[in-house]
């Protein structure tokens, strides 16, 4: 009888998500020879078409978009090597406040039941040792991703087997440094307004609060790759604009905050598999 690998399962809101918060964790455990388990919610169809043309805008076509956005998750996929990538197909809510929010079909009109067991049936499959997916306020105020949140979080009451179980944050001390890096490549950004830089300042946590700082200095390269793979969405990837050298030296570090935990693993961790292995 074969053992079964120790498994990764992340779940994530929409195509791109898994290489901005999760591409460094992803490559790296693929690489130690860990199942790496990918599993997307929404089919992505808020996002901008092609040329840029942005949702309502005339030109853009949801169903087509969201083809496109598939084929570039695939192509994510296989830069960060992942063994299994799970579509939920839901329809992209868009940002909050969006019509499409309401929408029949759209993920965050879905009961939180209904996602949830459908999670819980892979989860029941995979048997993740670690599963990876945003906080509460799915980590900016995005519907999908705290809809990603919710079901993740039932689906794992519903099947009890995970061992451990992170969030993705940010430390507030490099969400700083984002914002003066963003303003040197944009040396026309408006500073914000006093209420958005005070939802700005609560992103992220305090650096003592982060229980596990993830080492992915040496597949950053593969991170960069994995977002330039979303193409279509580059205008909303900032970080595409410093080059690979500069992205390597600021995105080398991923962060979480360890939610549940059958290991005993002393904190702070900078592995995620801490106590399994």
Known sequence: MTE?????????AHPDDEATGTGGVLARYAAEGIRTVLVTCTDGRCGDGPG????????????AVASMRREELEASCEVLKISDLEVLDYADSGMMGWASNDAPGSFWQTPVEEGAARLAELMRHY???????????GFYGHPDHIQA????????EMTESTSK???TT????????FGEIMREFHEDMPEPDPAEAEALAKIGLPDDEITTWVDTTAFSGQKFDALAAHASQGENIFFLRMGK?????????????????????????????????
Do not use: C
């Not at 048997?127 to 306020?137: A, F, G, L, R």
């Open 149 to 156: 949140h919710r079901i993740t979080m039932a689906a794992l």
């Open 170 to 177: 940010m430390p507030r001390s490099a969400m700083q440094r």
């Open 52 to 63: 840029g043309v942005k949702p309502g805008e005339p030109g853009h076509d949801p169903a």
């Open 165 to 167: 179980v992170y969030w």
């Open 127 to 137: 048997q993740p040792d670690v599963v990876v997916t945003y906080d509460e306020n």
């Open 245 to 277: 050298e500069r992205f390597g030296e600021l995105m080398g570090m991923e962060t979480f905050v360890r939610v549940r935990d059958t290991t005993d693993a002393a904190v702070p961790e900078n592995d995620l598999f801490a106590g399994l292995r």
């Open 4 to 12: 079964r690998p120790l498994t990764l399962m992340a779940v994530h």
